[in-house]
């Protein structure tokens, strides 16, 4: 484990350790326990030490698994994970209406498989376990079943007014007066198209004033429909693709239910993940800092800058303030041929970068720059510390150039070539 990069751990729990339990979740409701235990593994792998060990944990897993919009490193939760493996079931039974497996379901179930109805209690299966998460996903603000829409063929299966067969709902929901004159509530979109006139099921004539404004309403939303020889089948309006996807239904919970950090994790692809994700600890004040580490109740020397040694170690001292922070954002920015300014934080750092007028991909490239920068910074101040022969400070910037050059321009220039971006050294 010690040999592997925060980037290398953070790639293997999301690829190895957040896919390993797929086969029991695709099923099975994974119980709170469980979740609790495997999320705390994938913390502990991720911060490099053993569940056994008592070293202090410096990335809080509750902001590793926030959505990157929200200020997180995107991690997908575990509890995600198995409700959209889940919720699968749900789209398949839809779409496999005539399979054994759903007909078992709909012989034991009832016809609609009882989804968005509360199971009777002490009967517990993995249908019914299925069927009470989406009930409960529904009440925690998350209704799935919502994106859930009929995409009309030939309208032979789809209820004209009470299947969601439009993206703004059922039919009966918007033309509530025309749906009251409506004789065959069941009736299918193929067989009132069928008849010689809409009005032909009715109960009587539309009268004026609101009843005529919706029928005419009703009649432009008929006059759209275009049907085709395919059946009808279900789609999935939470992507563009119409394919139900484990990844939205995972994406949707984990951005519902975490917490917003205020700001959004920036993230750069023309740099390797460790540089992004150490990029990240700057902004979360995740670094073990001296002061950081006082913080914490252990006992060190002295909490003055590593580097400089003036000034309290903190997160925005040492990246920010420092004197040879100070000296390589001057030197960066005569670099680059950008109007020097003095920022004392990352939020500073942020604000002054998104001001500066570049086109997109330039910008990412000189954010790459001061990604690399800090990294090195950071290097450098852990060099001092813990070796017996300290790097020198004469070197750095043509450190930084030179890394920055290989890692961020050549690795920019390789990634509109579509080939993936250089490494840069340890």
Known sequence: MKMLSVGGRLTLVKSVLGSMPIFYMSMFKAPAGILKSLESMRSHFLNGHDSASGKVIWLSWKKVITPRDKGGLGVASLFALNRG?????VWRFLNQGSSLWARVIKAIHGIDGNIGRVPRDGYNSCWSNIVKEVKYLSEKGIDLMKYLCIRVGNGGKTSLWEDIWRVDGRLRDKFPRIYALESCK?????DKLAQPSLQFSFRRMPRGGVEQEQYELFVQE????ILTSLEDRWSWCLNGSGEYTVASVRSLIDDTLCMDYGQRTRWNEFVPIKVNTHVWKVMTNSLATRFNLSRRGID???ISCGTC???????SHLFFRCDMAQQVRRLINRWWMVPDLVTESFEDWRIWVSNIRMGSKTKKMFEGVYYVAWWL???FRNK??????GPSKATFFDDVVSRSFYGVVVGAKSSSLGTTSLRIGT
């Open 309 to 315: 040694d003036q000034g309290v170690e903190t997160v």
């Open 186 to 190: 069941s009736i299918t979109i193929g």
């Open 222 to 225: 008929m006059q759209q429909i």
């Open 384 to 389: 001092k510390l813990f070796e017996v022969k």
């Open 377 to 379: 910074l950071w290097m």
């Open 85 to 89: 493996l889940m919720f699968k079931w």
């Open 300 to 302: 060190i020397a002295s």
